[in-house]
DNA sequence: CTTGCGTGTCATAGC
DNA sequence: GTGCTATGACACGCA
C-alpha cells in the first residue's frame, strides 16, 4: 500500500500534468517564467499567427480601405496611431495561453502515428526537431542494435515531456545548476529534487535521472554489470510487464488507444516495433540480456525503458477495462514507469547538455557525454511537438537542443541557432498542420526570427529573455525603426507578408467584398457573351444583379439602352483605378453584387426565362422568390429604379445617355423627342441622380485617395524624423568626440606651457579660455574679472 | 439579430 | 437662374 500511495500520489500529479499538457490548458506563464527553450520554438517559430493577427489588425486599419471613408482625418490618425501602437506593442511578448494549448489540442495524434509508422525522416519531421534530426534518427536506426532502439529512443524522447513540466522555480535553479557536471551538483540537485517531491513533484524521476546521469557517466568504467541499479530493474521489469501486456494486446489484434494523446499513438507504433523486435531478439522476462549487451548497454536498458512508456499509456485501455485495485495500481506503475522515463529523458538530455556545453569539462565526461549523445540524438530526433513544448517546461533542457544538435550548432557557430532551427521547424510544421492557428507572427515572422538568432550571441543563460531581449526586441525595435524610417505600409504589407506565411487575411482580402462578387461576375460575364462590359453591372453603377441577368435586361432595354457599359466603366473605372490599387489586385476585381434595386413586381412568364439564364447563386435566390415575383423580376433585378422608372415612363433612350451627355446635346435629346412633364421630369432627375451617384463615388475615391496620401504623408514624416533623429545622434556623436579632442589637446597644450622660469602653470590656478583671437591663459581668480583681455599669454592653439 | 461595409440617394453649398 | 460638382447624411442591401 505504501507504494501504491506513492505512485498515486506522484502519478496523479503527473498524471494531472500530463493531461494539461495533452491540451487540457497549459499555464504558460509558468513556462515563461521558466523561460525554457522549446517554448522559445513554440513561441518564435510557430508564432506567425500572433503576428498574422496584428498585422491583420493593422492592414486593416492601415491599408486605408477598412477606414471609414466620412472620416478622414481621425481615421487617419488613429490608423497610423494603431500602427505604431501596434507594432510597438510587439516589444510586450503577450502568449495567449489560448494559443498554447490550441497547439497542444490540434496536435494531430493520427500525423504523429503515420510519422511514426512511416520512417525516421517523417517522424523527424514531425517532430520539433530539424532536417538534421531526421539524419540522426536515421544514423541512429543504422547505429542501433535494432530498429527496436529507434523507437524506443523516440519514445523517450516523447515521454520526456510532461512529468517535469509543472517544476517551476527550483527547476530553474536545477537547471542552472545542472550546468555544471559535477556530482556535486548532481548531488545539490537531488536534493533540490526531494524539495520537488515534498512539493508533490515526482521524486523517482529526478532520482531516476540523477542516477541515469551518474550511471551513464559511471557508465565507462562500471561496463554494464550494475546498469540500472535496483530501480532501474525494477523499472525494466515493469517495462517487460508493460512490454508483455501490450505484446498481448498485439497478439489479440486489439487497438491500441490513442486517445490520451498523440503520445499514446506514437508509443503504440513503437510498442508495436519495439515488441516484434523483443520478441525476435529476447523473451520476456530476461532483463540481464537486455543490460549485458555491450558498453552502452545501460543506456539501452534506459533506452528500452522507453517502450514502457508508450506501452504505460497504451496499457491504460486494458487495465481500465479490470477494475481490481491490483490492476490500477499497475496501471499507476505503468503511468510512474512513463513519469519516469520521460524525466529520465528529460535528464539525460540536461545531462548531456551541461557536459556538451561545458568546454571545460573533462575528458572522460565529455566523452561519455558523447557516448551518450549518439545514443539520444535518435530520441530528440523522434521527440514530436509535444516534447518540445514539454521540454520547454523543462529548465535543463534549455541547452539540450544545442547539444543535441551539435552540427548544427558548428554550421552556426552559436548554440541559439539551434533554438531557430527548431523554432523554424516548429512553425513549420505548425504551419502546414494548423495553418490559421500560427503561433509564429505573434512575436516574430520567421525570417526575423532566424536573422535574429543569428546574430545572437552563443551564450545562452536564459534563452527565452535573451532571445527576446537580443533577438525579438532587436528585430522589433528594427521593425518599428523602420516604420518610423518611413516603411512604407507596401513595405511593411510586404514585409509582413514575407514574415507571415499563411496570413491568409491579406491588405487585399480585408477589404474584399471582390472574392464572391468575382465569382459571381466571372459566371456572369460567362453568361452574358453579347456584352463584354458584362462583368460591370449592365445598369452602371446601380444595377448590379448577376451578368446573366444583366446581360437579359440590357437585351430587353435593346430599345432604352446602350448607355450602360460605359458608364458602368467610367463609375468602376473611378473606384478601380489600377494606379490606385496596382497593390491590390483583389481590388481591382471587386464588383458588389448588391442586387437591391429590384422592382417590386414583373410578368411572371418573363421570369422563368429569365431565372433560368441568371446566375446561379441569383437561380437559388429565386428559386425561393419565383413563385411569388413575376419574372420580370431577373430582369429589373439588375436595373436600378431609375431605370425602371424610365421603362415604365416610356422614355425612348438610355438613362447613360440622360445621364453622361453635355448639356447641348441632352437639351437636343429631349427637344428631339415629344415628352411630358412627366416624362421630362423623370429623365431630369434621372440625370441629377446619376451625376450625384457618379459624384459621390467620385467623392468617396477622393477621400481615400486622401486618406492615403495622407498616411503617406505621416510615413514620410515618420522617416524623416527618423532620419533627422539619426543626425541628431550623429551629430551629438561628433561633439563629444570634437570636446574630448579639444580638451586632450587643451591639457596637452596647458601641460606644455611654461611661465618666465620655466615652470608649468598650476591648473588650479590658470586655465585655457578659447577666443576668437585664440587660446589665452587665464587665472582662474581673474577670469570673470580680465576675460575679455589676455592676462599673460596668447599662444595658438597650433601644435 | 447585430454589425460593418458598400452603395445609392437626397439635401445642400459652392462654383 | 441654371447646371454641375462636391460632400455630409441617411437608407438600404448584403455578408
Known sequence: MLYLKKYFTEGLIQFTILLSLIGVRLDLDTYLNNQLPPLHEIILGPSSAYTQTQFHNLRNTLDGYGIHP????????????????????????????????????HRDPETVVSATSQSGPSIALDNGGSLEDVNNSEASAMRGAGGASETTYSLNGEDSLGAVAPEDSQEQGERESSDDLSKEDIEIIDILWR?????????EVF???????????????????????????????LNLRAVQNLHVDGETGESIPTELTSLGAQTSLSLQECLRLLEATFPFGEEPEFQATGPTSQLRASTEETPSTSQGIALQAPLSQSNTPLDLEQQWQDIMSIMELQDMEVNNTAANVTMNNDPNNNNASTTESATIESFELPRSTLINQDVSLHQASLPSCSQDFPTLFNPELDSTGVQRPTLVRLSSSNSSNINSTYGATNLTGLFLPPPLNSTTNLTTTPVLPDPFSSLLEESMLDEISLLDLAMEEGFSQDQASQLEDELDSDSGLSLDSSHSPASPSNSETSCLSAASSSSTSATFSEEGAVGYSTDSEAASAEAEEGAVGG?????????????????????????????????????PASSYSERSQLSASCSKKGRDKQMQQTKLQPPQDCVDRQSSRDERRARAMDIPFSNEKIINLPVEEFNELLAKHHLNEDQLALIRDIRRRGKNKMAAQNCRKRKLDTILKLEQGVQDLQREKAQLLKEKMEYGKCIRQTKQKVQSLSQELFAQLRDEEGRPYSASEYFLQYGPDGVLLMPRNMSTEQSNKPDKKQKDKKK
Open 70 to 105: 466620412k472620416s478622414v482625418d481621425l481615421d487617419h490618425f488613429f490608423a497610423t496611431r494603431r500602427l505604431l501602437n501596434q507594432v510597438r506593442s510587439l516589444d510586450h511578448l503577450r502568449v495567449p495561453s489560448t494559443e498554447l494549448s490550441a497547439w497542444l489540442v
Open 563 to 599: 448607355y450602360q457599359p460605359e458608364y458602368s466603366k467610367l463609375c468602376r473605372m473611378s473606384y478601380q483605378d489600377p494606379s490606385q490599387f496596382h497593390g491590390i489586385p483583389q481590388l481591382e476585381n471587386v464588383n458588389h453584387n448588391h442586387t437591391y434595386n429590384q422592382p
Open 195 to 203: 524539495q520537488d517531491i515534498d512539493l508533490g513533484a515526482g521524486r
Open 207 to 237: 532520482n531516476y535521472s540523477s542516477r541515469q546521469k551518474e550511471s551513464e557517466a559511471d557508465k565507462p568504467n562500471e561496463e554494464n554489470e550494475e546498469a540500472g541499479g535496483r530501480e532501474e530493474s525494477w523499472r525494466n521489469g
